[in-house]
């Protein structure tokens, strides 16, 4: 069974760091494109951040750029997101998954609560 299970949500204050973590088991992702994305309440779920097989090329939404970088262990069929300076509106649930994303794939996601 195919799962990825993300992790290292909290809540923090605003200005604040996390690092979250997406672990795939039952298949190996290090041939896929992988995103992380987020689903604020009352929003739909969008893009975040985005990074080739091998690591090279990497894709950050407008609203994150500068502050969120997204890496990858392909010996450990993981990936990451290092989430600086949070503010208030990056308060969402996290969720990693293929890019494009591969629906039977979706996570539980993590939630980040960043208060102001």
């Known amino acids: 069974q195919v799962q990825l299970v993300e992790s290292g949500g909290g809540l923090v204050q605003a200005g604040g760091s996390l690092r979250l973590s997406c672990a795939a088991s039952g298949r190996t992702f290090s041939s896929y494109p992988m995103g992380w994305f987020r689903q604020a309440p009352g929003k739909e779920r969008e893009l975040v951040a985005a990074i080739r097989p091998r690591g090279g090329t990497t894709y950050y939404a407008d609203s994150v750029k500068g502050r969120f970088t997204i890496s990858r262990d392909n010996a450990k069929n993981a990936v990451y997101l290092q989430i600086n300076s949070l503010k208030p509106e990056d308060t969402a649930v996290y969720y990693c998954?293929?890019?494009?994303?591969?629906?039977?794939?979706w996570g539980q996601g993590t939630q980040v609560t960043v208060s102001s």
């Open positions: 998954n293929a890019n494009p994303p591969i629906a039977r794939y």
